[in-house]
């Protein structure tokens, strides 16, 4: 039996959306779904790439709300584990058309309680990309070493692996964090780095010394994400710099996220770096033209004809 495209391991999350856009007083939020490794299989599930997430979510509302929204989603449920007696995480954003602005409620979540042992290792070896985060390996000990082994049973099967840096200071320190990012990287066939995240990562604001940081341990491609400044692309053999469409901003919570699931949707579907970035460019500007991290992902539709 063939598996999904694109599997993710990670943790998704109730999200409020703060919609009165008053910085004092009374909040309004609208509730949705969303979390790193789920907006990235949104985007590229709608982009037509088959998915699935590795997760746990609570025995609760919130856990229901999940699973249905990935049905819906058409991102494969089966192995999102369900635990007794913790909570589905939840996570409080104030859009922003360029910085990040998010409040967790999500310590002893369902899926920081993930672990090796939970891991379905054969949908693993059987998927053709498995994307990890650093927020999946941030939330707790045994998620990040969930991931670890996804990833070394990834790259022992033959199939890729997606690394997002999704640097967040709030779940895990800087000494920590670099930590296991120099870990992780050689397991990586793909690395997503954003521009200010790798500033704080590494020091340095030098986009050469960045993407030589990041391709040195053998990365086949480093997309260096610049917000409204488009894309690097960075293969073995070019770097390319792509430009991010001009759109009226609204919030940028999950633009790297959905550009990360669009462009390795289009890397599978056309074996083009350069287009699936290109495409994926797109996917991420439309995004931030809705609020919360999912509601303005584009399908493929939206997307197909412009990019060229």
């Not at 997002?164 to 780095?193: T, Y």
């Not at 040195?216 to 994400?225: E, H, I, P, R, T």
Request: proline share 4%.
């Amino acid at each position: 039996m063939s598996g999904q495209d694109i599997l993710a391991l990670g943790e998704p999350l109730i999200e409020m959306v703060r919609c009165d856009g008053k910085p004092d007083g009374p909040a309004s939020y609208k509730s949705d779904v969303g979390g790193d490794a789920l907006n990235a299989l949104v985007a590229a599930a709608r982009q037509g790439a088959r998915t699935g997430l590795l997760s746990a979510v609570g025995d609760d509302p919130f856990g229901s709300h999940i699973r249905n929204f990935c049905m819906n989603e058409r991102i494969e449920t089966s192995n999102i584990k369900e635990f007794s007696q913790v909570s589905t995480g939840v996570c409080f954003i104030h859009p922003d058309p360029e910085a990040r602005h998010f409040t967790y409620a999500r310590q002893g979540s369902a899926a920081s309680c993930y672990s090796v042992e939970d891991l379905p290792l054969d949908a693993v070896a059987k998927s053709k990309i498995l994307h990890i985060t650093g927020v999946t390996q941030a939330i707790s000990p045994s998620m990040r070493e969930a991931a670890f082994k996804a990833a070394q049973t990834a790259r022992a099967n033959g199939t890729l692996v997606s690394y997002d840096l999704n640097l967040r200071l709030k779940l895990w320190s800087l000494d920590e964090a670099r930590a296991c990012i120099n870990d992780f990287l050689p397991l990586a066939n793909i690395v997503l780095p954003s521009d200010d995240e790798a500033e704080t990562l590494l020091g340095t604001r030098n986009t050469d010394e960045i993407l030589e940081y990041f391709s040195q341990y053998g990365a086949d491609f480093v997309c260096l994400k610049r917000a409204a400044r488009g894309v690097i692309l960075r293969t073995q053999e070019a770097q390319i710099a792509i430009g991010a469409p001009t759109v009226e901003a609204i919030d940028s919570s999950g633009a790297g996220d959905s550009f990360a699931g669009a462009f390795l949707a289009y890397l599978l579907e056309t074996n083009d770096p350069k287009e699936a970035a290109t495409r994926a460019a797109h996917v991420a500007a439309k995004t931030v033209t809705g609020h919360g991290a999912t509601a303005a992902i584009p399908s493929r539709d939206d997307i197909l004809g412009l990019s060229t």
